[in-house]
């Protein structure tokens, strides 16, 4: 299902989808809200929930990076765009890069957030790294389906380790209330076989990488590895340890400034030689 918040467009954004969204709930949610309204602000922004996930069907064979970018395509064609700036966040910013590889005239831009090329279970070199894939799994199995919020309270604390009190009730809720058990586990599972080291090369658009320099649950090392595999991008580091920017944190206008100057210098042509890094 796919929604379009901004009544007066000047552009096209489009959202590569990602889990625990509901494009109903989100606009009431504090952990969605500021970013549907900062979004929209300047570009009409295009977004669908993820197969398996909110208003999406939930009873699917196939959940995977192929299917992910299939499910864009078909949005993208439906929608009858042509060209478009395309946001990637967490695992979608490995579906924002698979696409724009395979369709290199119809993104004109392409702008990542806490964005990984490789699945943590492909990362793990170490047995303990491996273990903790695997609780991460049994933590989903056991607890996702629960009353007791204390198992989700493992993710958000992981997510969003500095929001408030009344963001975590709110991020823990909506992990039920946008995802099954069952789905919980295959999502999980399949993020961790991520792999898009051997596509981010072939993006040819000009491309901005954004990622927190102290996240918890993607250590920044990780999107600086993803920026370097995408000739020409921009690296941005933000002052939060959340994986998903909060509305009252001093990353988040950061994070829109450096969306909004990157559409706008994409739009003029403008693109560095090489992998450029900075900090905010």
């Known amino acids: ?12 954004t489009v959202k590569a989808a990602t889990w625990l969204t509901h494009l109903n ?16 602000t300047d570009h009409t922004l295009l977004r669908y929930d993820e197969r398996g996930c909110g208003l999406s069907e939930w009873e699917i064979d196939d959940i995977g990076l192929e299917a992910w970018v299939d499910d864009l395509a078909e949005v993208v064609d439906a929608e009858g765009l042509e060209t478009f ?18 369709h290199p005239d119809r993104v004109s831009a392409l702008i990542l957030y806490g964005g990984y090329a490789r699945g943590r279970e492909l990362r793990a070199s170490t047995a303990d790294e491996r273990r903790e894939a695997a609780l991460h ?37 909506l992990q039920r209330r946008t995802c099954s058990p069952a789905n919980a586990v295959r ?29 918890v649950r993607q250590p920044v090392q990780i999107g600086l590895e993803l ?17 998903l920017l909060t509305a009252d944190e001093p990353a988040w206008p950061l994070f829109l400034e450096h969306v909004h100057d990157f559409l ?15 900090s905010s």
């Open 85 to 102: 700036p395309l946001l990637g966040i967490s695992q979608g910013a490995a579906v924002a890069i698979a696409y724009a590889a395979q």
């Open 227 to 243: 920026a370097s595999l995408i000739p020409g991008a921009r690296f941005e580091v933000l002052p939060s340890r959340n994986h």
């Open 1 to 12: 299902m796919v929604d379009h918040p901004s009544p007066h467009p000047t552009s096209r």
């Open 264 to 278: 706008a210098a994409s739009d003029r042509g403008g693109r560095g030689p090489g992998l450029e890094v900075t």
């Open 137 to 173: 799994l049994d933590l989903a199995r056991i607890g996702w389906g629960t009353d007791d919020p204390a198992f989700r309270q493992v993710f958000t604390s992981q997510i969003m380790p500095d929001a408030s009190r009344e963001i975590w009730e709110a991020f823990n809720t």
């Open 25 to 40: 709930e989100d606009w009431t949610s504090p952990v969605w809200r500021h970013w549907l309204v900062g979004l929209s």
């Open 187 to 215: 999502f999980m599972e399949a993020f961790g076989r991520i792999d898009v080291t051997g596509t981010a090369p072939l993006v040819r658009c000009p491309t901005l990488v954004m990622h927190a320099r102290d996240e």
